[in-house]
């Protein structure tokens, strides 16, 4: 009966001196024959346990070691040792797997990230991931507690596709044909989609945008959280090629509303894991502090992941025009001393850079840049009146960049037709998108929150790859 075991969080919580416990984990450290720091991943604290003297033979206790896994019943009572209330005196012992010590890799000290991303698959043992993946949990919880309080219909949306949501060409692509060079071609050359699985060609969604607009023409407001993929060939600490994204996308809403959405969205999973992962966020401050100090002065932030996030959750978000961006950037003195490597001016894609610059630099705060420039924005942005500029919003963080990405959506039929076919976006093909605005159409917005980059930004971890579990990143894509 293995269910009769009490979880480690909750024994360190609750008041059950004197009763007898079953816990189960994995051993972190033994200490002269006698303390066993036993772990199960409810929290990153340690259980003590006990072993007295006589309890166990030599062989056994050689067996208890770093990795091994233990089921242990004994009592629980009140702990001497600094650093913990209540431990376990054991009464049984049972090894239920050995752990070679010569060979496990986590050995009881300091390994860095990058060594601990090569053993992904034992990472969670450790207290940084540990803490990570809790957090990551808990606001996977909070979004769907955030949207289904607010009535919003949880939409699964595909993750085979036909289309390009973004139009931005990124996308893998999902066939059966063989790949030898031997598919069947057309007469042109070009190879012959019917023959494939689908009888067309397609790819791994880049967005749900597309289909959850069409949920929100009939459930108002509606919301998707999954996995997305982008085949860009960006080797940075916040791109994944596998990455999960949360996509609101609601009827009746301009792009105000979208932005007071997102900014209360945001908080509100913050405000989630302060309230419920705070021993987590504590331990992840901790290790932050101390990864910053390795950091020359001007590098390291002011503040601490805590005080960070309370600010944040303190402080209306800036809102500014990218217009106004560009204005800022270019008055800096960091572009007229030419330390930006990208140049500056109106019409540019903002370089994190110049993202960073904004929110890290100039108004240290999240920042809401609205009204991109049509050219290098989607194609189903909401023209703006002046003819040049969309109703895009995107939300930078500092320490992180780009963390969502929204805008409102072109709902007057001959406008989205009109720049679908500027920008080569087959309209034929996409009718059904054009349908929305045949039948009904409604003023729209919705906004894609990147999960990893909240996780990063929540946990303070640097690198993306550290917030998911096992990172699909270019040339890379182990376990
Ligand atoms: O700005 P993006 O490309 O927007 C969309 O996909 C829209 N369809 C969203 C919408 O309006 N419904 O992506 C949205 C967010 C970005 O702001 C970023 O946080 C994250 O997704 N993101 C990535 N995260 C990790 N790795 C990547 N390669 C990412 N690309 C985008
Ligand atoms: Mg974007």
Known sequence: MFNKRIKIKELLQTEVIGQEVTVMGWVRTFRNNQFIALNDGSTNNNLQIVVELGLLDD???????????????????????????????????????????????????????????????????????GAVFRVRHALAFAIHQFFNQKGFVYLHT?????????????????????????ADKNEDGSINYKEDFFGKSTNLTVSGQLEGELGAMAFSEIYTFGPTFRAENSNTARHLAEFWMIEPEMAFCDIEDNMNLAEEFIKYLIQYAMDNNREDLEFLAQRLAEEEKQLPQDKRSEWGLIEKLEFVLNNAFERITYTQAITILLESNHYKKKKFQYDVQWGIDLQSEHERYLVEKHFKKPVIVTGYPAAIKAFYMRMNDDGKTVAAMDILAPGIGEIVGGSQREERLEKLEQRMKDMHIPTEEMSWYLDTRRFGTVPHAGFGLGFERMVQFVSGMTNIRDVIAFARTPKNCEF
């Open 59 to 129: 062989d056994t206790l050689k067996r208890i070691s770093t990795g091994a896994s233990l089921k242990v019943i004994g009592h629980a009572v009140a702990s001497l040792g600094k650093g913990q209330k209540i431990e376990v005196k054991a009464k049984l012992i049972e090894i239920l797997g050995d752990s070679d010590a010569e060979k496990y890799p986590l050995q009881p000290k300091k390994h860095s990230l990058e060594f601990l991303r090569e053993i992904a698959h034992l990472r969670f043992r450790t207290n940084t991931f």
């Open 158 to 182: 595909p993750i085979i596709t036909a289309s390009d949501a973004e139009g931005a060409g990124e996308m893998f692509k999902v066939t059966t044909l063989p790949i030898d060079g031997t």
